[in-house]
């Protein structure tokens, strides 16, 4: 179901597929088995609003929910990025020697972290993530070894700079793995689906019918999609753009 949701575009085309049929099943088949008498209208109605009602509020909780990760994410990404930044200059405490060693592999660093945001492929990743987790190691031995050579406050204080550059990256890293719950995709898929088919049911005429069998299944698909897009940071459109780590990558070049 997680890696389902990772794809909006076919996440919207499956779910309007199946309210859909959700509403052709209360158009064609309630309604021959169970016809909607006048009487029973109010009942219907209640019924039927209470439905979309929850569906509703289940809807904007999850946007809620997943607009507040999109934040997160943007923000650990600049907190990444000024944490690469401030140990750079850090590194000017360090001797010569590990200076230039430290700043160079903090540029390389960067520009791993910057194609791991930006690329999609997944071998692309796994490649870059073995990367990155072998320079972290070499980033690691560098600040170990100033503060071996410089066992003051000044060599504590690269350390400290060093242990924030890599704790920045766990903190981004779950931030991207953390989604909406299963259960709550499944809460909503399921009420839209019964929404639909007591929709269809309680439709007034087959023209009404038809028009809603298109409609309402859009509008719901398309908002689930929306969420989906927004909570899935590897898939849609909507994903978090490294501007600060790519202008960290400029200033570091320069």
């Keep these: 179901?997680?890696?389902?949701?990772d794809h909006p575009a076919i996440l919207f085309l499956v779910l309007f597929a199946l309210l859909l049929v959700a509403v052709a099943f209360g158009v064609y088949v309630m309604r021959r088995f169970a016809p909607l008498r006048d009487d029973e209208r109010d009942d219907f109605n209640a019924v039927q609003g209470a439905t979309f009602t929850l569906l509703a509020l289940l809807i904007g909780f999850s946007i809620s929910m997943a607009v507040n990760r999109y934040d997160q994410r943007k923000n650990l990404e600049e907190a990444e990025a000024n944490a690469i930044g401030t140990q750079f200059a850090r590194a000017d405490l360090a001797e010569p020697q590990i200076r230039d060693s430290m700043r160079g592999a903090l540029v390389q660093y960067t520009r791993l972290r910057l194609a791991e945001y930006q690329t999609r492929d997944p071998e692309a990743r796994k490649r870059l993530d073995g990367e990155i987790a072998n320079l972290q190691s070499k980033l690691w031995q560098q600040a170990a070894?100033?503060?071996?050579?410089?066992?003051?406050?000044?060599g504590s204080l690269v350390v400290a700079g060093m242990n924030d550059v890599l704790n920045s990256q766990d903190y981004s890293e779950a931030a991207r793995i953390n989604h909406i719950p299963v259960g709550a995709w499944v809460l909503m898929i399921l009420i839209a689906v019964f929404g639909c088919a007591v929709q269809g049911y309680g439709a007034r005429g087959q023209r009404r019918a038809a028009l809603l069998m298109t409609i309402l299944p859009v509008t719901i698909s398309l908002s689930l999609a929306f969420i989906a897009d927004i909570d899935s940071p590897r898939g849609g459109i909507i994903r978090v753009q490294p501007q600060n780590l790519t202008r960290l990558l400029q200033s570091l070049e320069k």
Excluded: E, G, R
């Design 1 to 5: 179901m997680a890696a389902f949701v």
């Design 145 to 154: 070894q100033v503060a071996k050579m410089q066992p003051t406050p000044i």
